[in-house]
């Protein structure tokens, strides 16, 4: 049983936490899940919107049951935003590759344009040393890290709305 010291000082601490009260504050906050713009996909471009709308649309495969429209459309939603993850990822190690090198050392002992071979097939990237490679993943692993959140969340969710859909399509 906690004694009525310990409940006077939780009550004095959650009148504090309770999140920003003035109007700035708050719409602070709310931009916080558009920081990286992944989940943006909803908000900004048409584009996803209609992949979503497409995906969705193939998952339901003509089942007009609002609950297993709605539980395809998360999935739908998280399937894009892992697509997006996995770029944002990729980007933030090209971003360092084209960078040059990442270290003091690096950069002095590098050539200034190192060859690269031309690339084997179209959209393909030319051969990078392995060592640069490494130092723009190593440089890149806190924007990496970051963004991990973001797959970990869309994963958790898909995975809920799958079985989800699942349980309605079976109920069905």
């Known amino acids: 049983m906690s004694s ?7 009550r004095s601490n959650a009148r504090r936490s309770r999140g920003p009260r003035s109007a700035a504050g708050k719409s602070k906050v709310a931009r916080n899940a558009l920081r990286h713009g992944l989940y943006a996909i ?20 003509g089942d007009t049951n609002p609950l297993l429209r709605e539980q395809a459309l998360i999935i739908a939603e998280n399937h894009v935003l892992l697509a997006r993850v996995r770029a944002a990822r990729l980007d933030a190690i090209e971003r360092r590759l084209r960078g040059g090198g990442t270290t003091d050392e690096d950069a002095r002992t590098a050539s200034p344009d190192p060859p690269a071979e031309k ?3 179209p959209g393909q990237r030319p051969a990078v040393d392995p060592r ?7 440089e890149a692993m806190p924007e990496i890290e970051r963004l991990e959140r973001f797959e970990r969340r869309a994963w958790r969710d898909r995975s809920r709305a799958l079985r989800a859909f699942t349980s309605v399509k079976a109920r069905s």
């Open 4 to 10: 009525q010291k310990r409940i006077a000082a939780n």
């Open 119 to 121: 690339a084997k097939r």
């Open 132 to 138: 640069v490679e490494f130092d723009a993943i190593t």
């Open 42 to 61: 909803k908000l900004h471009e048409l584009a996803p919107t209609v992949r979503i709308e497409a995906i969705a649309t193939k998952l339901c495969a």
